[in-house]
């Protein structure tokens, strides 16, 4: 183990033209840890998640993953941008949940799984469909392999999603209100799931309206507001004590 940590950000900004939705965001994620992000509706917590995951180019700052410069390469003295290819690569080691699972409609549950491994990495088959049948089993669709999206429930289709991000064996997951756009109902198995992959061990950034999974489950808990952080702690510490007025002003209304 080191001390270094699975995710830093430096002072990132992100502009999209003239509207500056990321104004500075300092935040640390231990490895192991989850950090689950709160914040009202057009905060920036989205484009902070994407930008960890280059899905969207930073403007200014810098975010490590594992240590690993994202978009940059160190060579005598000098920062580079990176090419496509080394950016596709670094993407690779990063799982990403959105709301809306995004799962191929015309491929079976255990196909979306062994989609990317397949494609991207060119792993043996046998040794693909193995592992896929081994994590929907992990997230309770072991019954599901055969069946398509179309015939899956929210809750499974979110789950389905989790599955197909971990096949590619992700350092990082990053999770982008994942529940949001689920009946509540189907919010629970959700949230089991991802609580027992944090026990796992794995490193994840949960954006979520959950404030009881965030209680729960989150070692740290950062408040963003207008594109910075206005407070970052312990989960149980930000909820029962806020020390700013607009993360009282927030809590009050979500809690
Ligand atoms: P949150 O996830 O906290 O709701 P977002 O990161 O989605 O916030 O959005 C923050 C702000 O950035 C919003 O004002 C949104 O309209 C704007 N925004 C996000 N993505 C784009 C984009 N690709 N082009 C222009 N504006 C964007
Ligand atoms: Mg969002």
Not at 61 to 79: A, T
Not at 85 to 92: F, W, Y
Not at 112 to 119: D, G, H, I, Q, T
Not at 152 to 169: D, P
Request: hydrophobic share 40%.
């Amino acid at each position: 183990m080191t001390d270094q940590p699975m995710v830093r950000a430096e002072n990132v900004h992100k502009s999209f033209g003239r509207l500056e939705v990321l104004k500075g965001i300092d935040l640390e994620v231990r490895q192991g840890e989850v950090c689950c992000v709160i914040g009202p509706s057009g905060s920036g917590k989205s484009t902070f998640l994407r930008c960890i995951n280059h899905l969207e180019k930073i403007n200014a700052g810098r975010i490590w993953v594992d240590g690993d410069l994202i978009g940059y390469r160190e060579r005598g003295g000098k920062l580079h941008e990176m090419r496509e290819k080394e950016v596709a690569e670094q993407r690779r080691a990063i799982g990403m949940v959105f709301q809306r699972f995004n799962l191929f409609p015309h491929l079976t549950v255990l196909e979306n799984v062994m989609e990317a491994p397949l494609r991207v990495r060119r792993e043996p088959k046998a040794q693909v469909r193995e592992r896929a049948v081994e994590l929907l089993s992990r997230v309770g669709l072991a019954d599901k392999v055969d069946a398509y999206p179309g015939q899956c429930s929210g809750g499974q289709q979110q789950r389905v999603a989790i599955a197909r991000a971990l096949a590619m064996r992700p350092k990082l997951m990053l999770f982008d209100e994942p529940t949001s756009a689920l009946d509540p109902e189907l919010v629970g198995e959700v949230l089991d799931v991802m609580k027992s992959l944090a026990s796992e061990g794995m490193t994840m950034i949960v954006v979520t309206h959950e404030i009881g999974f965030a209680r729960e489950v989150g070692d740290s808990l950062v408040f963003m507001d207008g594109g910075v952080v206005v407070e970052a702690g312990a989960p149980r510490e930000v909820i029962a004590n806020p020390q700013h007025e607009r993360t009282r002003a927030f809590l009050a209304k979500v809690l």
